[in-house]
C-alpha cells in the first residue's frame, strides 16, 4: 500500500492498547497504519460513550464519511484510491505486550522532562533558547548521563562555563535523574489531538513509551 504523508501528519502519534484496552506504548503513524494494513491490530475510536472497533477496510469507509462531513476533525494520509483518517487509538489482536525499553537518553526527553525549564533559573523558554548543560562540567569528568545533564538558558549556561553549579554559586531547580516513565506522553495530553487517550492513561498504566 502506498500512502502519501504531510509533514504534519508524520508528526502524530497513535496509542496502542493490547487485546484487554490496557495502554502499552505510543507508535508513530507510519508504523500504526502498517500494524492495520496487515491485519495485527484494529482502530479504537470512542464516541458519543461508545466504543468502536474497524479493522483497516472498515476504518478506510468510515475515513470516506469523516472526510466529507468532519475533515477539519482528523488528520489525513492519502492512498492511490482514498484518504484515510489518521487513527488516534489502536487495539493489538494477536499478542498482548510490545518490549519495554529503557527511556532514551536523547535531547528531546531531556527537555521533556525539564518541562523545557532552565534547571538554574527556574525560567520556561523556547526550546530554541535552551542548551543542555553538564552539571559537572566534561573537563572535569562529567558523563552524559541522565543524572548529570540539564536544560539550562543561555544567560545560566554563560554564567555557569566550565564550573560546577558550586563554583558558580548557582543551584539546581532540582537533582536530575531518569525519569521512569517517557516524559514526552504528558506532552502529548496537553494537545488536543490526543484527549481521547486519557480514559486509557489511568495510574496503572503510565508506562506508555513514545517510539522513535
Known sequence: MDCVYSCSTLGCNVLVLNKHYMALRVINVKRAIS???????????????????????????????????????????????????VPKIIRLLFYDRLPQKQVKLNRRNIFARDKSSCQYCGK???????????????????????ENLVCACTKCNSRKGGRTPAQARMSLVKKPVMPRRNPVIHLHLSHPRYQSWKQFLDNAYWSVELQE
Not at 61 to 71: A, G, L
Not at 130 to 135: A, E, F, T
Request: proline share 3%; net charge negative.
Open 124 to 146: 520556561k523558554f523556547n526550546t530554541t533558547e535552551l542548551s543542555l548543560d553538564h552539571v559537572i562540567p566534561k573537563i572535569l569528568g562529567g558523563k552524559s548521563t541522565w
Open 35 to 85: 500494524m492495520l494494513y496487515h491485519q495485527q491490530a484494529e482502530v479504537v475510536t470512542c464516541e458519543t460513550g461508545l466504543y468502536e472497533n474497524y479493522d483497516f477496510h472498515s476504518w478506510c469507509q468510515v475515513s470516506e464519511f469523516k472526510k466529507t462531513f468532519e475533515p477539519d476533525n482528523h488528520d489525513w494520509i492519502s492512498t492511490v484510491n482514498c484518504y484515510v483518517a
